[in-house]
């Protein structure tokens, strides 16, 4: 078992597919103007998405925390070994080794990161949408 599926449990996938749920729905009625109730169904996925991003925003900077704090400790391992062998330390060289000590868990930050945009964009998308719309009604009105 790889660190990155520690990293990712069974609810971000939940959230990941919530998100690509609304995004499949968002591009296959709102995109190609399928006929729906915008204003209920809007509202849900904008619902969905923020508390989606929400979560996702707060795993991503776990996930960001957790790289780094690996990161650094990989590194001064690194040193510490050096320096108990008595060989010289290289700074450049053991940053690289470091960095690709924690390749799962910047693997994980850019799935959340990923995931955690579109839900970002998918928002902006339905709030632009909810104020077309909230015109439309506004000139059907008079």
Request: aromatic fraction near 8%; avoid cysteine.
């Given at each position: 078992?790889n660190?990155?599926?520690?990293?990712?449990d069974?609810h971000?996938?939940e959230?990941?597919?919530?998100v690509g749920?609304?995004?499949?729905?968002?591009r296959?009625?709102?995109?190609?103007?399928?006929?729906?109730n915008?204003?209920?169904?809007?509202s849900?996925?904008?619902?969905v998405?923020t508390?989606?991003f929400?979560?996702l925003n707060?795993r991503?900077?776990?996930?960001?925390i957790?790289r780094?704090n690996?990161?650094?400790?990989?590194?001064?391992?690194?040193?510490a070994?050096t320096?108990?062998a008595?060989e010289?330390?290289?700074?450049a060289t053991?940053e690289?080794?470091a960095k690709?000590k924690?390749?799962?868990?910047?693997?994980?930050s850019?799935?959340?990161?990923?995931?955690?945009?579109?839900?970002?964009q998918?928002?902006?998308t339905?709030?632009k949408?909810l104020?077309i719309?909230?015109?439309e009604?506004?000139?059907?009105?008079?």
């Amino acid at each position: 078992m790889n660190q990155k599926s520690v990293l990712i449990d069974d609810h971000d996938k939940e959230v990941f597919a919530q998100v690509g749920e609304v995004w499949e729905n968002l591009r296959n009625n709102v995109l190609k103007k399928s006929t729906f109730n915008p204003l209920d169904v809007l509202s849900e996925w904008l619902q969905v998405l923020t508390g989606s991003f929400m979560y996702l925003n707060t795993r991503f900077a776990e996930a960001r925390i957790a790289r780094d704090n690996n990161e650094i400790s990989a590194y001064m391992g690194i040193k510490a070994e050096t320096d108990a062998a008595g060989e010289k330390f290289i700074n450049a060289t053991a940053e690289r080794a470091a960095k690709s000590k924690v390749g799962d868990f910047i693997e994980a930050s850019r799935i959340f990161e990923s995931y955690k945009d579109a839900s970002e964009q998918g928002i902006l998308t339905i709030k632009k949408l909810l104020d077309i719309q909230s015109l439309e009604l506004k000139r059907e009105a008079r």
